[in-house]
């Protein structure tokens, strides 16, 4: 489907996956303080992997129509460890580990997310207005 | 093409366009964040004349048997657009850019709309005969 009322559905999906990304900063946000007992089971940075939504219909024509979240994927950076003993949750040579949450980064990424939605606000607002005015077309 | 397709001449077919061409930039927009993605564009006045002379730019069906790749009621193809700069995820898409172009495009299609309005008063009146 496309021209204007497919618009509808693609910036829709995208506003879902901008929120969903919002959701993982959150939570990575609210996670960077959690201290584990080993390297394993540190928190680490969540992100999220878009890809485009393929419409069967137009797969033959390889057009695209919208985006979607296929997958988290976990930050790569080094889980840091410190060393304090006297923590509960240390492990036997009294090191904790914390979690790989970088601060900036996410709230870089905040900001991105924040602009994409906005972006495709817009594009609904615009779309919306043009489709008013086709209707009252010869009034 | 009747009387009416040529009182209204070239507008309903830019209008038509107009609206693909705003669908493919919101596509682009909406996947401002995806890996390796190619933003898109029609080549607006090539696809135009196509329009106008009902000739597509794609393959065409020369026979029977042959099953068309595009949709009846669209027209023209897309492109991929040649990005000044690409992103480290190899994804074509600037932002600024397709949100000009997108907002252009809106304009462009309320100047169609606006000719068509006209024309339509024009009519209106020829048949009132006021």
Not at chain 1, 31 to 58: C, H
Not at chain 1, 120 to 128: A, G, I, L, W
Not at chain 2, 97 to 113: C, G, M, P
């Amino acid at each position: 489907m496309s021209g204007l009322t497919g618009i509808y559905r693609i910036a829709g999906t995208a506003l879902n996956a901008q929120s969903r990304s919002l959701d993982m900063i959150a939570q990575n946000m609210a996670n960077s303080q959690v201290v584990t007992g080993s390297e394993e089971t540190a928190y680490r940075a969540k992100r999220p992997i878009f890809a485009p939504l393929l419409e069967q219909a137009s797969l033959a024509s390889g057009e695209t129509s919208g985006v979607q979240i296929t997958s988290m994927a976990e930050s790569q950076a080094n889980v840091e460890r410190q060393r304090m003993p006297e923590h509960p949750l240390a492990d036997s040579e009294g090191y904790i580990y914390l979690a790989n949450v970088n601060m900036v980064e996410e709230m870089t990424n905040m900001v991105q997310a924040t602009r994409s939605y906005q972006a495709n606000v817009e594009v609904m607002n615009t779309s919306k207005d043009l489709l008013m005015r086709t209707l009252a077309l010869g009034n | 093409m009747n009387l009416l397709d040529k009182a209204f001449g070239i507008s309903p077919a830019a209008l038509m366009l107009r609206s693909q061409r705003s669908s493919v930039l919101a596509a682009n927009i909406a996947n401002a964040d995806t890996p390796n993605y190619q933003a898109r564009d029609y080549d607006f006045s090539a696809t135009l004349r196509d329009a106008m002379q009902g000739t597509t730019s794609g393959l065409a069906a020369t026979d029977e048997g042959h099953i068309s790749l595009v949709d009846k009621n669209e027209v023209g193809t897309t492109m991929y657009r040649l990005p000044t700069k690409t992103k480290q995820n190899g994804n074509t898409v600037e932002e600024e850019i397709e949100q000009a172009a997108f907002s252009e495009n809106a304009v462009q299609y309320q100047t169609s709309l606006q000719f068509l309005n006209g024309t339509i008063r024009g009519l209106r009146l020829a048949i009132k005969g006021e």
